[in-house]
């Protein structure tokens, strides 16, 4: 059989989104093998692949579940049912999670080399014994809860993420048969710091399992098991939604309640109390899972806050744009000088904070516009906005409800915002308002000049630490009509007509790139250079995918950095001949979106078409969100970002990994020439002043044949 051939009909043509995450995930997990990095950050990474499966399952498993439940028979775009894909999933994650066991025993091992030890009831010294004795007495015991499982006693809700231990016990003379229930609370931290210079932690449930006769005096242990519970935490907005407050107010209480998706249970839990807990949850249609290690693998995080910075990253402090630093800090000033673009997490993201402070005490500023998205839980930005509404100025934000699991701090900053008199606005009851734009207006003489922010990614100053993205900074009166009208569609549902500069969603996001990958195809058939370089997070449109398989077959050069999900299909002959796709895994986390068009030129050529959006290419992106997407006209700000952030991650060889056309992936062997993006956009003049660096030869010019 010719394996090309049949690949390239449907589905096979397609890869599953779901295992494709699943994917992603496992190259997570890799870094945490890498000994390039340092011991607790290789456990941070552990860390992060048990947040990451939990979320999976608290959304994705749990709407594919729903799908098996009700009997909706849609197949998945590579054929499977909701059964098939639920069923291939558990495989795949309790193939992940025997890895992530496997890489704690090693790197606790390594901790306690390092003397960072995870230590045992049985590894006590006596101090520390009856140290842990008063602990346990005097700040533990008081805050748990034993409850007894019986007829007068049913079984208790447990929270989402909840962890419990089980005891089947034995009261009195008569031996009577008790089951007793202890949840450890969430307030309670997973691992407790033994007094010592030594850096000594013990797991709650160990010493809460050492202290048993504490708990329940006159009772006898037969046997005793734990369990972590995973619940359905997605919240399905009702079109009929008539206030989306009230709404999401009560969804965040009914998500607490979610049906059963994952139970995991500690391997020694005996069958009788597993079925037992099963029952009392309801939870006869959940995934099951037995772990022999750790329960609970993102807890592990925890112990990544120990004082040990000599088993950590070298700490990075961001550089401040040097554009506003030329203008002895006036954003307003840089910003009409010259168009700039932000590189974070290289430059500080407090350059977007000083632009809205600066906005707030600028007694010329008349009005701000501002989309949240995300915005953390101790916000600037939020600071900033409500100084100005206070100052007088007149301030819209439009807050996204419907930011899955920031649902209940958003309602927090919304109040906060209406308190300060801010206009708040809610957006769509069925979409979600994903554009990261600011717009200042203030009157300058006889004009208002308008001074807009476009970002790739959130208004959020912490994530800003750790993910890579653009900040877009211009006084263009064209973006400034543009943005005018992004924000009349989000607070008055006025369609956008005679955009200038932006591409919007759901308007016409997906058709213009269809259109830009048409030109290309148009040039490899006319004989002219072509290609497609494309960075985004996820790659899972279908249209979008079939259009790169044509302009693959057509001769389009196509070269794609997707970080997480791709359904796309690389190096088939036939369909995908053109097409090279790899994964950045690294210190940070790759999240800007850049698409670029090689217009008839032999990138990277300044003649290409440079875009940057905060739209992935996903369904989602296109069809249930408001997006942006913005043409980068500047010259330096272009060369910028073709010649130096695309190119760079191009040529990353140390921390990439390239799709092959069985859906596997491989990491990258760096040859003679190392060459990692984080590390170098860490070590060179920030990208606000590159221009001027690169005329300067202060910074190294990339080149595509530095791959390898």
């Not at 498993?61 to 729903?66: D, F, Q």
């Not at 609370?185 to 809460?208: C, S």
Request: glycine share 6%; net charge neutral.
């Amino acid at each position: 059989m010719n394996v090309a051939s049949d690949i390239t009909k449907k589905p096979a043509r397609l890869f599953n989104r779901e295992l494709s995450w699943l994917g992603f995930n496992r190259r997570v997990l890799e870094e945490a093998t890498n000994t390039a990095h340092p011991l607790l950050e290789r456990l941070r990474f552990l860390s992060i692949s048990g947040h990451n499966l939990d979320e999976f399952f608290m959304v994705r498993v749990a709407g594919l579940k729903g799908h098996q439940l009700q009997g909706i028979d849609d197949l998945s775009a590579d054929g499977m049912t909701a059964t098939q894909q639920l069923e291939a999933i558990a495989a795949e994650a309790d193939s992940l999670v025997i890895a992530q066991q496997q890489e704690w025993i090693l790197l606790r091992e390594a901790l306690c080399d390092a003397a960072l030890t995870v230590v045992d009831q049985d590894s006590l010294a006596d101090d520390e014994r009856r140290w842990l004795a008063d602990h346990f007495r005097e700040q533990i015991m008081p805050v748990l809860t034993p409850q007894a499982i019986d007829p007068s006693h049913p079984f208790p809700f447990i929270p989402n993420g909840g962890f419990s231990l089980i005891f089947d016990l034995r009261q009195g003379k008569k031996q009577e048969p008790v089951v007793e229930l202890l949840m450890i609370p969430p307030t309670l931290p997973r691992f407790i710091r033994l007094p010592g210079a030594k850096l000594r932690f013990i797991a709650i449930e160990t010493v809460v399992r050492a202290h048993f006769d504490q708990l329940f005096p006159g009772f006898d242990k037969v046997d005793a098991g734990a369990f972590r519970l995973i619940r359905d935490s997605d919240i399905e907005v009702q079109e009929e939604a008539e206030d989306l407050v009230r709404y999401f107010r009560s969804a965040i209480k009914r998500r607490r309640r979610g049906r059963v998706i994952r139970l995991e249970f500690a391997a020694d839990t005996p069958p009788n109390l597993e079925t037992m807990v099963r029952e009392g949850l309801a939870a006869d249609t959940a995934l099951v899972a037995e772990s022999a290690g750790f329960i609970g693998i993102a807890d592990l995080g925890q112990l990544v806050d120990a004082d040990r910075p000599d088993l950590k990253f070298t700490p990075y402090s961001p550089r401040f744009p040097e554009r506003i630093v030329e203008h002895d800090g006036d954003c307003f000033a840089a910003i009409r000088a010259k168009d700039f673009i932000v590189h974070h997490p290289y430059e500080a993201f407090e350059v977007v904070v000083a632009f809205l402070r600066q906005a707030a005490e600028d007694p010329d500023v008349v009005a701000i516009k501002q989309t949240l998205y995300r915005a953390g839980k101790q916000s600037a930005i939020i600071d900033a906005l409500v100084a100005a509404a206070e100052a007088g100025k007149s301030v819209t934000a439009v807050v996204e409800l419907k930011a899955r699991f920031d649902e209940e701090q958003n309602l927090l900053w919304a109040s906060r915002l209406e308190r300060a008199g801010v206009q708040v606005i809610y957006g769509f009851v069925e979409w979600k308002t994903h554009a990261k734009v600011s717009m200042v207006i203030r009157r300058e003489g006889s004009v208002m000049r308008t001074y807009c922010h476009f970002g790739t990614g959130n208004y959020h100053p912490t994530t800003a630490k750790i993910y890579t993205d653009l900040s877009y900074f211009t006084a263009s009166r064209r973006a400034a009509r543009d943005a005018a009208k992004l924000f009349n569609l989000t607070t008055g549902y006025v369609q956008p007509k005679g955009l200038e500069l932006l591409t919007l969603s759901p308007q016409g996001l997906r058709d213009k790139i269809l259109n830009l990958i048409d030109a290309e195809i148009a040039n490899a058939r006319a004989g002219k250079p072509s290609a497609v370089w494309a960075k985004m997070n996820s790659l899972v449109d279908q249209i979008v995918i079939e259009k790169l398989y044509q302009a693959s077959e057509a001769g389009v050069s196509i070269e794609l950095i997707v970080r997480g999900v791709c359904c796309l299909r690389p190096g088939v002959p036939g369909l995908s001949t053109n097409i090279n796709v790899k994964s950045i895994v690294g210190r940070f986390l790759e999240h800007s979106r850049i698409f670029v068009f090689a217009n008839g030129a032999r990138l990277p050529h300044r003649n290409a078409k440079v875009y940057i959006s905060s739209a992935d290419w996903m369904p989602r992106n296109f069809d249930r969100r408001v997006e942006y997407m913005m043409p980068i006209e500047n010259p330096t700000v272009h060369a910028q970002v073709l010649d130096q952030v695309m190119i760079a991650n191009l040529i990353d060889n140390e921390q990439s990994w390239v799709l092959n056309p069985d859906g596997s992936y491989t990491r990258l062997k760096p040859g003679k020439r190392h060459f990692n993006l984080h590390r170098y956009f860490m070590t060179n003049p920030s990208l606000s002043g590159r221009g001027q660096s690169l005329e300067g030869k202060a910074v190294p010019k990339l080149r595509l044949t530095q791959r390898g």
